[in-house]
């Protein structure tokens, strides 16, 4: 017996593959900001500011000391040291 099978035609999986790449290649660059380039994180634009206060319980100022002590453990923990 005979096989009829349909011939392989490999220029039509080709253009298909094409045609999918393409899909592809409209979807990850036309499709949000519009630019080709990452949207960057916290830790890659440049990191985050915060100001903090210091108060005391009795409302009046803390000491130069105090809030060098303040200072050096608060960067301690930042910086995991």
């Not at 005979?2 to 011939?7: L, R, V």
């Amino acid at each position: 017996m005979a096989s009829s099978s349909a011939p392989v035609h490999p220029a039509r999986y080709l253009s298909v593959f094409l045609l999918l790449l393409v899909g592809v290649y409209l979807l990850v660059f036309l499709t949000g900001d519009k630019r080709a380039a990452p949207k960057l994180g916290i830790d890659l634009q440049g990191g985050t500011r915060v100001t903090l206060t210091a108060r005391t319980p009795d409302g009046s100022r803390p000491s130069r000391d105090a809030l060098a002590q303040a200072q050096q453990i608060i960067s301690a923990r930042v910086n995991g040291l």
